[in-house]
């Protein structure tokens, strides 16, 4: 066989494949030769992802959603180290009621294991994954500055604060004591990460039960789940929220 011979059958052996390139920055594309011999970047929606509803495993771990998996890749392309481990904490923030992520909201095992009784679901596209077992209270919404949670916020208040009073508690905590009783319905609220939205209801429940501002709110569930971050737009609501709260128990 000659030389060109050769090289010929390698050439045809040859495959197509992507490799993904490190800039400057610290940002990495993956990139592939089109069909002119040019180097084009991957389109990010041409990933392979997961379906976009999260689902529950057979060993009860949820899976990843689409929406998750790009804000993955987007990250990894940008040089983060992306932990996908699952966040299981189920914080308590005033007695009866936690707060957490959808990892824990699709886990009925850690559900069951804290006594929760009643879920309020503040996302869109995370499903109420256990409604036979759980009353849910759903708001519909965005984690963006622009989107109205203040409207959103009585009506879950209410739903959280006759579950917490018909299973056993009568009074509310102040800022420095926390109500140490035996309470047998029990609120987990939660959005996707467990960061802003799950976090805003909490801090309007502090607020208008318990005495709270907004920062002594935030500062007080931090204590127990540091991560947690309202967005701007959200932290206008509660401040404005705030003020309605007090003129209402004034009138009161």
Request: proline share 4%.
């Amino acid at each position: 066989m000659s030389l060109f011979d050769s090289i010929a059958r390698a050439k045809s052996d040859l495959r197509k494949t992507e490799v993904q390139r490190t800039l400057e920055d610290g940002s990495c594309i993956v990139e592939k030769r089109s069909a002119d011999g040019a180097f084009v970047a991957v389109e990010e929606e041409s990933l392979p992802t997961v379906a976009e509803e999260p689902t529950v495993a057979g060993d009860g771990a949820p899976t990843v959603s689409k929406r998750r998996a790009r804000k993955v890749e987007r990250a990894r392309r940008l040089g983060f180290v992306v932990d996908l481990k699952p966040d299981l904490q189920c914080a308590c923030v005033a007695p009866g009621v936690f707060m957490g992520s959808q990892d824990v909201a699709a886990d009925l095992q850690i559900l069951r294991a804290n006594q929760i009784t009643h879920i309020v679901n503040a996302a869109t596209g995370i499903q109420c994954f256990h409604d036979k077992h759980f009353k849910y209270h759903l708001i519909k919404i965005l984690d963006d500055p622009s989107e109205d949670i203040k409207s959103s916020l009585f009506p879950a208040l209410d739903f959280m604060r006759h579950a917490v009073e018909s299973g056993g508690a009568e009074s509310f905590f102040s800022i420095n004591t926390i109500l140490p009783r035996e309470i047998n319905q029990l609120v987990f609220v939660h959005c996707n990460a467990g960061i802003s939205r799950s976090s805003t209801v909490c801090i309007a429940y502090l607020i208008h039960y318990a005495n709270y501002t907004v920062d002594s709110a935030i500062a007080h569930i931090k204590t127990v789940r540091p991560v947690i971050r309202p967005n701007e737009g959200f932290l206008v609501q509660l401040r404005s929220f705030e003020q309605e709260s007090a003129q209402l128990k004034a009138l009161n």
